[in-house]
């Protein structure tokens, strides 16, 4: 190994995914965690989140998750997982340490700089600080002086907080939609979105999707070739969420152009009183620790399947649409952790690296939500 260590920022699901690779390269990982265990974001989600994909489908390396292989885990289930996972890591993790800022020093490598005050050099930067810390809220006209309950999805929790009240809960994704039907019991809801919300079925000849996705491999198929085949959000659904809106139980509306002290205006400018309005539109990457480098443009990573375009040594992990569809998920952060530790220990140890570069693609700059 070498003398001076690899920085992984970030101990979630792709900061402990990024340890194993580097300890399977050669590296020596520090893994340096602003929360307080290294699970990442997870018990921060919605008490209700469970994941699209089963337990079969959705471990990290090396370790699969306990129990039913076809149940679909739920966030404390996540939690839990990621708690043991991190217990098997022979790797020095901080936790309750964020990185303020990275630097390049002038020999060679970085300073990662914590707000403990504390100074660590490494030969190399991971950046796997997910997004739940930077979520997306749009801003509409009106919107400051409305006086209802506004918050992003990432702030929310349950649903009978709503009960008996008139809600809108804006976007067409996973998210959205599964939380607009929890709290559909409960109060009078009604979708916003751009287009019509489109469903994709969990299940296809008595199979969860995700066996179809790996066994054709299209769970592994290259950014270029997705984002021409993936143009607009999908709801995986096992009929549900179509019958509630089919139903009535839900409603779907264009999305409103406006807020008023009291409510909203709809598209065909409509005025309605409405109580509160959930944001799932998605997230940014983390990084502002990277400004100091200069390595970001307008907040999205200057990479090429991970790999930095602008400074040697620093990679990325988590990333929605990294290298796959899975990249940002469970169920595929492990491959695209060997890909880019495979690149980094080229780096330090001076071989070229064989994976092939293209020109730079900064990552998508509306998350879908939670990496499930």
Known sequence: MTSEPVIIVGGGQSGLAAARAALTAGLRPVVLH??????????????????????????????????????????????????????????????????VAVDARSGGGYLARTDTGDELAAVGVVAASGSFGNPYLPTLPGQDDYAGDLRHVAQYRRPEVYAGKRVVVVGAGNSAVQVAYEIAAHARVTLATREPVRFLPQRLGGRDLHHWLRVTGADGLPRRVLTRLVRHATVLDTGVYRDALASGLLSRRDMFTGFTPDGVIWADGTPEPVDAVIFATGYRPDLAYLKPLGALDHGAPRQVGGISTTHPGLVYLGLEFQRSFASNTLRGIGRDAAHVMTALAAHVSGRPHQGRQRRADPASRTGSGAQR
Request: glycine residues 6%; charged residues 30%.
């Open 34 to 99: 602003a929360g307080s265990e290294p699970v990442g974001s997870w018990p921060d989600y919605y008490d209700s989140l469970t994941l699209f994909s089963p337990a079969r489908y959705s471990a990290l390396p090396g370790m699969p998750f306990d129990g039913d292989p076809d149940r679909y885990p739920r966030r404390d289930e996540v939690t839990a997982y990621l708690r043991r996972y991190a217990q098997t890591l022979d790797v020095e993790i901080r936790t309750d340490t964020r990185v």
